[in-house]
């Protein structure tokens, strides 16, 4: 059975660093990897996605790599501003396309 | 394009009542899913349907009964509530045509069991 952590729960950081949020997986048969932004009381926004066959995707100030062999996944903030303030959730796709979801990194960024 | 639209918002529902849980996606997407979301648990499969007139369980099915009435809708039912379905739901659909089955979700209904 596929599980995914994600290290680590909690992050509290000063506006302006840079960040790696850790995402790990147990079995690396998967079609691909998801990571999700939730504001609370929100729904999930979709960030990256990144095909079992690619190394890495970027999207403005967030880089995600993907290292499917060691079941093993990092998304990088570059300059963090209050608004990126949220829960990060990495969630792979396996079997009939089922999403299985870590537990989420809580992230705040403070002024 | 509204993407994934969940019906209601929020319920409050008594323990032994029933509801039913409305979902729907005007992607044109194949296949379609229902979560739920606990605290410290993360998003839990509970059903789910890869094409229209198929469905299958998830991780914890128990308790729910499903139907995908047709390509773009796909509803959640409890039939007898408890304390224990109190949850955020949400509904998810993706498409395999590009071959990314990348996820796309609804905005959540709050479920209370009382």
């Known amino acids: 059975k596929q599980e995914v952590t994600q290290i680590p729960a909690a992050l509290s950081v000063p506006e302006g660093e840079n960040l790696v949020l850790n995402c790990s997986f147990t079995?690396?048969?998967?079609?691909?990897l998801q990571w999700f932004r939730q504001d609370p009381g929100k729904g999930l926004t979709s960030l990256l996605l990144i095909q079992s066959s690619q190394r890495e995707q970027t999207s403005g100030r967030l880089n995600a790599s993907l290292d499917k062999s060691s079941g093993r996944s990092t998304l990088y903030i570059a300059a963090s501003q209050p608004g990126d303030s949220a829960t990060y959730l990495c969630?792979?796709?396996?079997?009939?396309?089922?999403?299985?979801f870590g537990t989420g990194t809580r992230l705040q960024v403070t002024l | 394009n509204a993407g994934v639209t969940q019906t209601p918002k929020f319920q409050v529902l008594k323990t032994g009542q029933s509801m039913t849980l409305q979902c729907a996606q005007d992607?044109?997407?194949?296949?379609m899913y229902w979560y739920r979301q606990d605290p410290g648990m993360g998003l839990r499969l509970i059903y789910y349907s890869a094409s229209e007139g198929t469905t299958d369980k998830g991780e914890v099915p128990n308790g729910y009964n499903v139907s995908r009435l047709n390509k773009r809708e796909f509803s959640l039912r409890l039939e007898s509530a408890a304390p224990s379905q109190t949850s955020v739901y949400f509904c998810?659909?993706?498409?395999?045509?590009?071959?990314?089955?990348?996820?796309?979700f609804g905005p959540g209904t709050r479920l209370t069991v009382t």
């Open positions: 998810a659909s993706s498409s395999q045509r590009t071959g990314s089955y990348e996820q796309y």
């Open positions: 969630a792979v796709t396996g079997t009939a396309s089922k999403l299985t």
């Open positions: 079995d690396s048969a998967i079609y691909n």
């Open positions: 992607m044109n997407h194949n296949s």
